[in-house]
T-cell receptor, first 109, second 113 residues
Framework: KNEVEQSPQNLTAQEGEFITINCSYS?????LHWLQQHPGGGIVSLFM???GKKKHGRLIATINIQEKHSSLHITASHPRDSAVYIC???????????FGKGTHLIIQP | EAGVAQSPRYKIIEKRQSVAFWCNPI?????LYWYQQILGQGPKLLIQ????????DSQLPKDRFSAERLKGVDSTLKIQPAKLEDSAVYLC???????????FGPGTRLTVL
């Protein structure tokens, strides 16, 4: 079983819909990251969380440390949001990230 | 501010050949990471440097992979000899401090035939 599990693996939605991507992890962590990867492009860090909630534009990330669960929300989704969204955790005592497999999101106009 | 630079962007080699990748991190970033991303999977950490010292290389296949970061700036990752299963994107990332936000380069896509 992977230490970081994401759901769904694939998600297709219509422009304007509210999007939720979930991440569960099974190890103790010091931080959780949400990253975005466009086809053929590099990876961009969206959020780094250790508790609570963070918001940047239309993106919101939450984390529940007790339940070992995090969610990434996109409000008023747009076709340019189409990308792979990756959850990654930094294990306690380590610096390198352990990644989930990613959620492939497609927003149709 | 320039981002993390990597070269080459693409490389095709035959199995048993050798290959090297180069990474130039963001200026001033002390921590440098190499990740391997196999198609359809999330990246996997291969090695982490703090300045020119190795912090974590527990997942680096040391029988064929090697990496160095001379002078604590640029880094090279080498595979010798390559196997079919090494086909992947090799990502370099850097951060200002340990456990800080990581900035990723565009990656090098390696195809081993």
């Amino acid at each position: 079983k992977n230490e970081v599990e994401q759901s769904p693996q694939n998600l297709t939605a219509q422009e304007g819909e509210f999007i939720t991507i979930n991440c569960s992890y099974s190890v103790g962590i010091s931080a959780l990251h949400w990253l975005q990867q466009h086809p053929g492009g590099g990876i961009v860090s969206l959020f780094m969380l250790s508790s609570g909630k963070k918001k940047h534009g239309r993106l919101i990330a939450t984390i529940n440390i007790q339940e070992k669960h995090s969610s990434l929300h996109i409000t008023a989704s747009h076709p340019r949001d189409s990308a792979v969204y990756i959850c990654a955790v930094r294990r306690g005592g380590a610096d390198g990230l352990t990644f989930g497999k990613g959620t492939h999101l497609i927003i149709q106009p | 501010e320039a981002g993390v630079a990597q070269s080459p962007r693409y490389k095709i080699i035959e199995k048993r050949q050798s290959v090297a990748f180069w990474c130039n991190p963001i200026s001033g970033h002390a921590t440098l990471y190499w990740y391997q991303q196999i198609l359809g999977q999330g990246p996997k950490l291969l090695i982490q440097f703090q300045n020119n010292g190795v912090v974590d290389d527990s997942q680096l296949p040391k029988d064929r992979f090697s990496a160095e970061r001379l002078k604590g700036v640029d880094s090279t990752l080498k595979i010798q000899p390559a196997k079919l299963e090494d086909s992947a994107v090799y990502l370099c990332a850097s951060s200002l401090l340990r456990a800080d936000t990581q900035y990723f380069g565009p990656g090098t896509r390696l195809t081993v035939l």
